[in-house]
């Protein structure tokens, strides 16, 4: 058994290392345990991140595990927590090397899976030609011939969206649509294409699409695709550590939380892709930030009777 951790940190993207950063500004003993997976990894480049636009996603988080080694209560381990279950103190957590570690707090920042529609073809094309985001990959896009897959209010959205970035726009609706007239006006006035055919496999050349295949045997010529892509959990250890989940607009099984990150437990946290509606790198650094200040007063709290939640008396 390792000795007590004040806070294990699950997760070592944007959210986690933020929220590691400041743990150990605040001198608070902390385990990061990161399996190197990041949901963005696929990513040639961050897109919008002040300071950092474009770069690729690997490089700042290199550069987030450089920074924590200033900090000597900050230890980074490379894998994953196999098993979690709650204790008296805290946590107890099992990790894939064989070592079960306790702590006072646990914050969950380990993303989400972003699960795409199951193509042929889209597994290569993913996160750079074939995205969810239009914020974050369609500047890289720009001005080329684009396409959404996506039906009813969803499609329309995401089509008038997609013609802020292109004026060749595309919206395919995978079959018979029932878009209503009103919805149908909207799409002509953008100058919004609309195709019904049956999508069976997208075409690409390494990373790059060419083309979207039709069950009927023909092809349509495109640039980019965006697509939704609903997210997961990775695994089970936010339901083992008793915190809640709840459906919400992209993801069935979001970690809730309040405004304070604090899920139904009252010594388990969450920040990040895993806890919201609206992905990306910059509010999951923004979470990880607010969610450590918490943690740390919660600790204080415990130590000399700080007044918690914070504002109370």
């Not at 802020?164 to 007239?181: C, F, I, N």
């Not at 799409?187 to 069976?200: K, T, W």
Request: glycine letters at 12%; aromatic letters at 4%; proline letters at 5%.
């Amino acid at each position: 058994m390792d000795h007590e951790w004040e806070c294990v940190v699950v997760g070592g993207g944007a959210a986690g290392l933020s929220a590691a950063l400041v743990l150990g500004r605040a001198r608070r003993r902390t385990l990061l345990v990161d399996a190197g997976e990041p949901s963005n990894g696929v990513a040639p480049v961050i897109g919008g991140l002040l300071g950092h636009d474009r770069r690729p996603p690997r490089e700042l988080y290199a550069q987030g595990r450089r920074e924590l080694q200033a900090y000597p209560s900050v230890t980074f381990r490379e894998g994953c927590v196999l098993r979690g279950a709650r204790s008296d103190g805290g946590s107890v957590l099992d990790l894939d090397d064989g070592s079960r570690v306790t702590a006072k707090r646990v914050l969950l920042a380990t993303g989400m899976q972003y699960c795409p529609p199951p193509l042929p073809g889209i597994e290569q094309l993913w996160g750079v030609t074939v995205f969810q985001c239009p914020f974050c990959h369609a500047w890289e896009l720009r001005d080329r011939r684009l396409a959404t897959l996506a039906a009813g209010a969803e499609g329309v959205n995401t089509a008038l969206m997609l013609r802020g970035w292109s004026d060749d726009v595309v919206l395919l609706t995978d079959g018979p649509s029932e878009l209503s007239a009103d919805q149908r006006r909207l799409l002509d006035n953008a100058e919004v294409g609309v195709d019904e055919r049956r999508v069976v496999e997208l075409i690409g050349q390494d990373d790059r699409l060419t083309a979207i295949a039709f069950a009927d045997g023909t092809r349509l010529e495109r640039d980019g695709l965006l697509v939704e892509a609903p997210l997961r959990q990775r695994d089970d250890l936010a339901g083992q550590l008793g915190a809640q989940c709840a459906a919400g607009e992209l993801a069935s099984d979001a970690i809730g939380i309040d405004e304070m990150h604090r899920t139904s437990v009252h010594s388990v946290f969450a920040a990040g892709d895993t806890c919201t509606e609206e992905p990306s790198v910059a509010s999951a650094i923004a979470a990880g930030s607010q969610a450590a200040k918490i943690i740390v007063q919660s600790l204080l709290a415990d130590e000399f009777g700080l007044p918690y939640p914070p504002g109370s008396n």
